[in-house]
Nanobody, 120 residues
Framework: QVQLVESGGGLVQPGGSLRLSCVAS????????MGWYRQAPGKQRELVAL???????NYADSVKGRFTISRDDAKNTVYLQMNSLKPEDTAVYYC??????????????WGQGTQVTVSS
């Protein structure tokens, strides 16, 4: 099994910044896609950003120009740098990764979530 652990959430004022991290552990062979999703109260979970093993990125329109996703394959880690935060960014942020474990078996895993609250 592949386990994901997020960190870096918290309370920040509007206009502030936070950096989320997510580390994967287990018998990982390769991670094809790393991504961040979020879920606000009463809303469905939505994609925030993702990055492929080739470095291609995709962002939700609502975060373009403010958030940056990056990955460190040596550390099996994905980051989300969030700048110019707005109250509407308040949500639980979830890390997601999928790829291959040893033996060539596919895996897809979610983290437990980290709360981000943007409020004055």
């Amino acid at each position: 099994q592949v386990q994901l652990v997020e960190s870096g959430g918290g309370l920040v004022q509007p206009g502030g910044s936070l950096r989320l991290s997510c580390v994967a552990s287990g018998s990982i062979f390769s991670i094809r896609v790393m991504g961040w999703y979020r879920q606000a109260p009463g809303k469905q979970r939505e994609l925030v950003a993702l990055i492929t093993s080739g470095g291609n990125t995709n962002y939700a329109d609502s975060v373009k120009g403010r958030f940056t996703i990056s990955r460190d394959d040596a550390k099996n880690t994905v980051y989300l740098q969030m700048n110019s935060l707005k109250p509407e960014d308040t949500a639980v942020y979830y890390c997601n990764m999928h790829g291959l474990v040893g033996g060539g078996t596919y895996f897809g895993s979610w983290g437990q979530g980290t709360q981000v609250t943007v409020s004055s």
